[in-house]
């Protein structure tokens, strides 16, 4: 079976200096993946290569075993293919949160105006904030606005979800909330959903697989589920990070 | 009390430092590059002993002391008797030495050659010459699109934008002018007064501010007001992963950000040249009527003979360009923009000084184009 995302190879830089090197793995459809490692090891690079946002070679990325510079500029790649939920939300400031999860289906559907109400109001009732379609991001929390994001990043219910740091600035109910919903949008749509966090709680009760950024060997050293690899790894830093989530936990 | 520490010889190859008193970053305490002096002059010493008596207080400045000294013993491959350090001391120091040390070069650039400096700069400004090529490559691309059709603006952004930037500039634009035309009025009655020449005063304040000046300065001021806020608005919105956001929602930000202020400011530019001339040529009529013999009828007759229709569309012509150059330098200053709050102010004090110093170069080779045609 293709696996949904396949790197190969990919050498991540930044700002001319080499953070990761030699990054091969895959991501299978409708698994939650993990990309996990120390704050600082580059797995939000990580991400925006994945995104396309930062230029990659050929044959170093693939979607559906298709490369992604001739998959992103195909007219579906950004909204209906892949939706992202940003660290900070990243809602468009200027606009309604309605407004906010209406552009992506008035700009790719041919929904008419009435219809378009109706989803939006579904989305924003599936991340729990129906009510709230007329307020501006600035009028609302931290924590809303995520939700608020995730509710435009499932607009258009694409096929993979990236999150970054999803958890990242909430308090643990709202995580935990986050985390459930994150599990039933995989469960009831499908869809396969790529995760960038160091969040243990998080890595422990959502991930199907992880890959482990050593940030002193600049490449993954560990690949598996996450309690595969607290049980097997024999790396000290893919231990020292995952064993304090069972003492938590 | 401050803190003591002193360096007591036991033997010839042993010696105990004694710590005592109040180590805090408040009371005076030995330096440890003098103490450290103080051990190397010992040349014989093979043994330290640490010992802690009567320490009061001690914070960051003690463990950085010690640091310094247990370094020092190290290199010179002295045996340090650690075993009277209090337990919270030693923790840190520990800590201290087991955090790990990434992998990483450092981002602090080494001292450059003049040569390499110029050669940077040159770089530097090729670079910036070509990401500004390619930007007004894309926005003039976009810009067709839209004339075309192909390209959409979102209408309410649009209304937004287009208030902010001409109703809403409205009196601060008047309040310039009006001073402008006010102080070339001035300047004209004191020269043209010794020739009894008044009534061409009319014709310094209509032509200048028709031609130059309506222009001019509505440029600067929407640079400074403006230009300036596209770059912040733009500049935040990047920090805030915004633009990530509407890239991987499909958006182009040229289309999305971008067009709709070089639009709006391209219209209404002109809208806010004219209206500055009107207002400007009201000041020069104030002092006109108040400092010279002429009346209102006079002045205002001379003006329209004096103003031609050429004036006019010099001024609109010229007003419409530098809006686009105030609209595309800030948004363009604005997406190049970093991911913190320090970059959105130094994006936007680029924007408006390179808005400026763009209007006036434009101003200078429109000058030279017009004379060659003879408008």
Redesign the interface.
């Known amino acids: 079976m293709v696996p949904k995302i396949s790197v190969k190879n990919l050498d991540m830089s930044y700002?001319n200096?080499v953070v990761m090197r030699d990054l091969s793995f895959d991501v299978q459809q409708g698994e939650i993946f993990l990309i996990i490692g120390q704050s600082?090891c580059g797995k939000s690079t990580l991400l925006?290569y994945l995104?396309g946002?930062k230029r990659v070679s050929r044959q170093k990325i693939f979607y559906d075993g298709k490369d992604i510079n001739s998959v992103i500029n195909g007219?579906?790649?950004?909204?209906k293919k892949?939706?992202?939920l940003?660290?900070?939300g990243?809602?468009?400031?200027?606009m309604t949160l309605a407004e906010n999860v209406a552009?992506?289906l008035e700009?790719?559907t041919p929904l008419d105006k009435k219809e378009i109400e109706e989803i939006v109001a579904l989305k924003l009732s599936l991340v729990g904030l129906k009510g709230f379609e007329n307020f501006y991001p600035s009028q609302i929390s931290g924590g809303m606005q995520k939700r608020a994001?995730l509710a435009?990043a499932i607009a258009l219910d694409p096929e993979i979800l990236f999150f970054d740091e999803p958890s990242a600035g909430l308090d643990s109910v709202s995580a935990k909330r986050l985390d459930d919903l994150i599990l039933e949008l995989k469960e009831s749509l499908g869809i396969t959903v790529v995760i960038v966090t160091h969040d243990l709680a998080s890595i422990f009760a959502i991930g199907t697989r992880a890959v482990y950024l050593d940030?002193?060997s600049?490449t993954i050293t560990a690949t598996g589920s996450p309690h595969e690899l607290l049980a097997t790894s024999n790396d000290k830093n893919v231990i020292a990070f995952l064993s304090r989530g069972t003492k938590n936990s | 009390m401050s803190g003591i520490a002193e360096l007591k010889l036991e033997s010839e190859n042993v010696a105990t430092i004694f710590i005592s008193g109040i180590w805090n970053v408040y009371e005076k305490h030995p330096s440890a590059e003098q103490f450290i002096e103080q051990i190397s002059s010992k040349s014989s010493l093979q043994k330290i002993d640490l010992k802690f008596f009567d320490l009061k207080v001690w914070d960051s400045v003690l463990i950085n002391f010690l640091i310094h000294i247990l370094n020092f013993c190290e290199s010179k491959n002295l045996t340090v008797n650690t075993n009277d350090i209090p337990i919270g001391i030693r923790r840190l120091i520990e800590l201290s030495k087991t955090s790990?040390v990434?992998?990483?070069?450092s981002?602090r650039q080494k001292k450059s050659t003049t040569l390499e400096f110029i050669g940077q700069i040159g770089l530097l400004i090729f670079l910036s010459l070509k990401n500004s090529f390619g930007f007004m490559g894309k926005l003039c691309w976009e810009i067709v699109s839209f004339a075309r059709g192909k390209a959409k603006i979102r209408s309410q952004?649009f209304a937004?934008v287009l208030q902010d930037v001409g109703v809403k500039a409205l009196p601060i634009v008047s309040l310039i002018s009006f001073l402008v035309g006010l102080i070339i009025a001035f300047v004209s009655v004191l020269q043209l007064s010794q020739f009894g020449a008044n009534i061409y005063v009319a014709d310094l304040v209509g032509i200048s501010m028709m031609r130059e000046m309506g222009c001019i300065m509505t440029g600067i001021i929407m640079a400074g007001r403006t230009g300036a806020a596209f770059a912040a608005t733009i500049g935040?919105?990047m920090v805030?992963?915004?633009i990530?956001?509407?890239?991987?929602?499909?958006?182009s930000s040229i289309n999305f950000l971008v067009l709709p202020r070089v639009i709006a400011l391209v219209w209404m530019m002109p809208l806010l040249c004219v209206f500055s001339s009107f207002i400007g040529i009201l000041g020069g009529l104030c002092v006109a009527i108040f400092s010279t013999n002429l009346t209102i009828v006079q002045y205002c007759t001379r003006t329209a003979s004096a103003i031609c229709l050429n004036d006019f569309f010099v001024g609109i012509i010229k007003s419409c360009f530098f809006g686009f150059l105030v609209a595309a330098i800030g948004c363009q200053k604005g997406l190049q923009c970093k991911r913190s709050a320090e970059d959105v102010g130094l994006t936007t004090t680029t924007s408006v000084v390179t808005s400026i110093t763009a209007i006036i170069i434009a101003d200078a080779i429109f000058a030279v184009i017009f004379s060659m045609f003879g408008v």
Do not use: C
């Open positions: 700002d200096y600082g925006k995104l946002l007219s579906h790649f950004y909204g892949i939706g992202v940003y660290q900070g990243a809602l468009w400031s200027s552009l992506p700009t790719y994001g435009r940030v002193e600049k | 790990p990434r992998n990483m070069s981002t952004e937004v935040t919105m805030n992963d915004e990530d956001a509407l890239q991987t929602a499909g958006f």
